[in-house]
């Protein structure tokens, strides 16, 4: 008795690591999924928030369109992967001009996935897409 007890409780280690594990791999998206490669944006607009967090950090922006303040999400690499290519939390303080390259989001509204970002004095910064062509400096 003892060593069915053991192989069930062998059972119910490796279901529940599986469940745990199936579903952060499910929530994780290709690009492909949720943004279009043959939609490039350029955006030129005003940091309004900057979160950084796993698995992808998000900038907030107000961008100027026809006289209208659109706020678009931007999508970028998990925090880890934007400091490891030179970001910094303090780097996009509310206020922030930025100047945005990356792709609309299939579904056609304001939100993109980021290539890269720079800054008005010419300071660019790679954003960690998970756009395989994206530049990944």
Do not use: C
Request: hydrophobic content about 40%; glycine content about 8%.
């Amino acid at each position: 008795m003892a060593r069915i007890r053991n192989l069930s409780e062998v059972f119910v280690m490796i279901t529940s690591f599986v469940t745990m594990t199936a579903g952060t791999a499910l929530a994780h998206h290709s690009f492909t999924a949720e943004f279009d490669v043959n939609k490039p944006i350029k955006l030129v607009g005003k940091v309004t928030e900057m979160k950084f967090s796993n698995p992808h950090s998000w900038i907030y922006l107000d961008v100027e369109t026809n006289g209208k303040i659109v706020n678009w999400a931007l999508e970028t690499g998990a925090a880890n992967a934007l400091i490891r290519r030179g970001w910094k939390k303090t780097d996009l303080p509310a206020g922030t001009v930025l100047h945005v390259d990356g792709w609309q989001a299939r579904n056609g509204t304001a939100t993109a996935n980021v290539s890269s970002v720079t800054f008005p004095d010419g300071k660019r910064l790679f954003a960690g897409s998970s756009n395989e062509s994206a530049p990944q400096q």
